[in-house]
């Protein structure tokens, strides 16, 4: 059965995914209050994996971040959930090769001297395939799969229709930029043009770095809906996680911070999707993996950004008022609890970086996202839509170095770059 992207049926599919949660939240509230195990909370957790494996595109992305952002949930259920990272249910091959075959004017038999065609990882946007080339290298053919890009218009347009219906309880919030933000993103991640020209980018930035991987890109072999670049052999995060020691871990949360830091602080360029399913764990090396959701920024907006980090090294609130002010747009001052998203970012967010040295636990992700999540009315303030993808990315990077429970000098490697 080919991909569901049709608006009904994309609606249908996040109602039925919505459905499930509300169904295993209630249970497992009365059972807790009961004292009763519950024992079909696998089993619905495994049933959303499936049907957000089917649907693909924004709803499996939801679940994806959920798999290593919310500290909530228990590791059995992050472990169930971490499928969504990169093995979700592949589209068959005929349909993959068709795209092949839509994009280059041949099939992958004439293209490859060998093409698996059983996938070895898929995910929200598209799966991937070993292969070898006519030359002999091993490589990685990452396959969009067909209509996509229309399954996500639709996605959005069920968010645009909540939108609507919410506005007049959210008046003030400026949610059409916020949307508008996300299409352009999700739209670059169908662009696979796009995403090679950022993965090269990148790969010229730390082509030099003994610790850092980035596949090279196969430019003859890649287009907008199929990108081929060099193979890496590695633990995928969730091995690595349960079987590294703590000072390995500790070691590969610096790597990690450095890559993502460096490259959006220094360069401009920042990755807002920085999941545990797009990092392979060699012997002496990080390879990092997918650059789809990326934005570029301009040097005057990377500046502004610099001094909201700058203020809050320095713990100058006066300075980070001003700072964060450029960043985001308050709805009313009467509104605005300054107070409030001082402690946010200075004790929450970046914390971790304002520290001489940090360790990252889970009761600290937990602490932080909880404390977003009960912000009161008073204190709403409204960023920028393109900072979201900055927001994601710290965000995303904590979650990821809490889940390693990384310890290290992060306020060292982010200076570097201020």
């Known amino acids: ?31 807790n209050i009961l004292g009763r195990a519950y024992p079909e909370r696998d089993a619905i957790v495994k049933g959303i994996v499936n049907e957000l494996g089917e649907y693909k595109g924004l709803l499996l992305k939801i679940g994806q971040v959920a798999s290593y952002m919310d500290f909530s949930l228990s590791d059995r259920t992050c472990s169930i959930l971490a499928d969504l990272q990169d093995r979700v249910k592949p589209l068959h091959f005929k349909d993959i090769n068709k795209v092949v075959n839509s994009e280059f004017g041949a099939a992958t038999d004439d293209l490859f001297f060998d093409f698996e065609e059983k996938p070895f990882a898929a995910a929200s946007v598209g799966q991937v395939h070993r292969a070898i080339t006519k030359l002999g290298d091993e490589v990685a053919v990452k396959v969009q799969y067909p209509k996509i890009g229309k399954a996500i218009k639709n996605d959005l347009a069920t968010v645009r229709l909540a939108q609507t219906v919410l506005k007049p309880f959210i008046k003030g919030i400026g949610l059409n930029e916020v949307v508008d933000e996300a299409r352009y993103l999700l739209m670059n991640e169908c662009d696979y043009c796009f995403e090679a020209d950022q993965q090269t980018k990148l790969r010229r930035i730390f082509m030099t770095d003994p610790e850092v991987e980035i596949p090279k890109v196969y430019r003859h072999l890649s287009g907008s809906k199929v990108m081929t670049s060099e193979y890496f052999s590695g633990q995928r995060f969730g091995e690595f996680k349960h079987s590294a020691s703590q000072a390995s871990k500790d070691h590969a949360g610096q790597v990690i911070a450095k890559v993502l830091l460096k490259s959006s602080l220094k360069h401009g360029i920042f990755n807002g999707d920085p999941h545990p399913g797009n990092y392979l764990f060699g012997e002496d090396k990080i390879c990092f993996l997918d650059f789809g959701h990326v934005k570029v920024w301009g040097a005057d907006e990377l500046e502004k950004l610099k001094m ?25 001052s009467s509104l605005y609890d300054e107070s409030y998203f001082y402690h946010l970012y200075v004790d929450g967010l970046l914390k971790p970086y304002i520290e ?34 900055w927001m994601r990315q710290i965000l995303g990077l904590n979650a990821v170095l809490g889940q390693l429970e990384a310890k290290g000098s992060f306020r060292a490697i982010a200076e570097k770059w201020i």
């Open 356 to 389: 001489p040295d940090f360790k990252f636990t889970r009761n600290f992700i937990l602490k932080y996202s909880q404390s977003v999540l009960k912000a009161p009315l008073t204190s709403f303030a409204v960023p920028d839509p393109a900072i979201i993808v």
């Open 308 to 332: 909201l980090w700058k203020a809050s090294f320095d713990r100058d609130q006066i300075k980070w008022r001003r700072a964060f002010l450029e960043l985001h747009r308050t709805i009313k």
């Open 1 to 31: 059965m080919g991909l569901k992207n049709g608006l009904f049926d994309r609606s249908v599919g996040a109602g039925k995914v919505i459905g499930r949660l509300s169904h295993g939240y209630v249970n497992s509230q009365v059972n």
